[in-house]
């Protein structure tokens, strides 16, 4: 399977804590993108990141690549309890083959 | 702009019976995905449609069918439900042209299908 392997399953962190969740993947990607999902509602994207990029910021949000390694972590600053969701990459791997996602990173924020 | 709707947004069933979801995108978009999301398998890509014509199609059983309208809408029918089929069934258009990379996707909030 092409899947990606988000890392951790779960996270669970304070008020004000950066959380950093890792995405894996196997083969090149022509992009990778990260997605939110509140619980049982349809994903929104956050960020997406380019296979010549290794570094992207959006907000409190920094994304970076390394395709060497074949992986890409999200790192959330200063979190607040509204970023509590399922956090989820997808890679693109061609142009005329649809997105893959991983299982995602349950991150809870406690106030 | 109007986003991503689908209707119904729940639906309980039985096993044997079949359902049909909607899914209307987002305007000028052309391309709707479909996924099947579970708490064991994820999410689950199924097919994506095109200007009226699927494009890709995922590793599902022929139960599950999909088409799109000239104004892009697009349903889904799952035939002889079963068991397994209870999940939260996804779509999503792009402005993606063919052969293009992906772009962001804009999801719908969902169909939670039960299937007792």
């Known amino acids: 399977s092409q899947q990606g392997e988000e890392d951790p399953q779960a996270l669970s962190i304070q008020e004000g804590e950066n959380a950093t969740m890792n995405c894996s993947y196997k083969?090149?990607?022509?992009?990778l993108q990260w997605y939110r999902q509140n619980s049982g509602r349809g994903l929104v994207h956050l960020i997406l990141?380019?296979?010549?990029?290794r570094e992207k910021h959006s907000g409190r949000l920094r994304v970076t690549l390394d395709t060497s390694k074949k992986s890409s972590s999200l790192l959330i600053t200063a979190s607040r309890a509204a970023d509590t969701a399922s956090y989820f990459c997808a890679t693109d791997y061609s142009g005329n083959t649809p997105l893959v996602f991983g299982k995602g990173t349950r991150l809870s924020v406690i106030a | 702009k109007a986003g991503v709707t689908q209707t119904p947004r729940y639906l309980i069933k039985t096993r044997g019976q079949q359902v049909t979801l909607s899914c209307s995108p987002i305007s000028g978009h052309r391309s709707v995905s479909w996924y099947q999301q579970t708490p064991g398998q994820g999410l689950q890509f199924l097919f994506e449609y095109f200007s009226e014509t699927q494009r890709n199609k995922g590793n599902f059983p022929g139960r599950f069918s999909g088409r799109q309208f000239s104004n892009s809408r697009s349903e889904m029918n799952v035939s002889t439900l079963e068991l397994g089929d209870s999940a939260l069934y996804l779509c999503?258009?792009?402005?993606?042209?063919?052969?293009?990379?992906?772009?962001?996707?804009?999801f719908g909030p969902g169909t939670r299908l039960t299937v007792l």
């Open positions: 990141i380019r296979s010549n990029e």
């Open positions: 999503a258009s792009t402005r993606k042209l063919a052969g293009e990379a992906y772009n962001e996707q804009f």
């Open positions: 083969t090149s990607i022509n992009n």
